[in-house]
T-cell receptor
C-alpha cells in the first residue's frame, strides 16, 4: 500500500514570497490533515478535511494560509505572503475515518520550509 | 487549554540500556493517548492506549496509561541505534465531530553504539 505522498521535500523562499505544498493521501482515506511542526515542537493541526469539505480550520492563519482538497483526494496548502515564523515542517496525514472512530493517522514525510 | 508535556526533552543512552519516556496530559474530553516515533520527518504510529493499567507491547517497546494520574510511559528495553528518534506523545480530544490530537514537544532519544 502506497503511503502519503508530499512534495516538494524542501523549499527555501524569501519572506513575502508565496509557496505551495502538495499532498496525495493513501487511497480510500476520507480524512486529510495538514500539520505545522516548528523545530523543537510537536505537530500542530492547521486544517482538517473530510472528503472535500473543511471540518476544522480553527488554527489556520487565514490571512495568509489557504488550503483546498481537489475532488476529495489531493490537497494543496498555500502560504501567501510568507513570514519568517512560517519556517517549519509541514506534515500531511490521512486516515480512513475520523479520530473519533479510533482511526490511525498515517503521515507523509513532510515539506521542510525555510523562510529567509 | 489542552496540553501534553513530555520529559525528558532529550536523552542519550548506550546500546543495551533500558529507557523510560514520560508523558503527562491535560486534555478535555480525553479519549486515548497515542505514541509516535519520528525519524527524520514522518511520524509513525506505535501505540494507542485507551484503558488505564493495561500494558501494550510491541517487541522491545511497551507502554501503559494511568488515567487517574493523567500519565503515560513508553519503555524501550535493550535499546539499539535504530531506536534513535524523536518520540511524540499525543492526547486525543474526543470533542467536536471529528476529534483532535494534541501533541507534546517530543523526547529526542539518541542511542550510542
Amino acid at each position: 500500500e502506497a503511503g502519503v505522498a508530499q512534495s516538494p521535500r524542501y523549499k527555501i523562499i524569501e519572506k513575502r514570497q508565496s509557496v505551495a505544498f502538495w499532498c496525495n493521501p493513501i487511497s480510500g482515506h476520507a480524512t486529510l490533515y495538514w500539520y505545522q511542526q516548528i523545530l523543537g515542537q510537536g505537530p500542530k493541526l492547521l486544517i482538517q478535511f473530510q472528503n472535500n469539505g473543511v471540518v476544522d480550520d480553527s488554527q489556520l492563519p487565514k490571512d495568509r494560509f489557504s488550503a483546498e482538497r481537489l475532488k476529495g483526494v489531493d490537497s494543496t496548502l498555500k502560504i501567501q505572503p510568507a513570514k519568517l515564523e512560517d519556517s517549519a515542517v509541514y506534515l500531511c496525514a490521512s486516515s480512513r475515518g475520523t479520530l473519533r472512530a479510533n482511526e490511525k493517522l498515517f503521515f507523509g514525510s513532510g515539506t521542510q520550509l525555510s523562510v529567509l | 487549554e489542552d496540553k501534553v508535556v513530555q520529559s525528558p526533552l532529550s536523552l542519550v543512552v548506550h546500546e543495551g540500556d533500558t529507557v523510560t519516556l514520560n508523558c503527562s496530559y491535560e486534555v478535555t474530553n480525553f479519549r486515548s493517548l497515542l505514541w509516535y516515533k519520528q525519524e527524520k520527518k514522518a511520524p509513525t504510529f506505535l501505540f494507542m492506549l485507551t484503558s488505564s493499567g493495561i500494558e501494550k507491547k510491541s517487541g522491545r517497546l511497551s507502554s501503559i496509561l494511568d488515567k487517574k494520574e493523567l500519565f503515560s510511559i513508553l519503555n524501550i528495553t535493550a535499546t539499539q541505534t535504530g531506536d534513535s528518534a524523536v518520540y511524540l506523545c499525543a492526547g486525543l480530544n474526543y470533542g467536536g465531530s471529528q476529534g483532535n490530537l494534541i501533541f507534546g514537544k517530543g523526547t529526542k532519544l539518541s542511542v550510542k553504539p
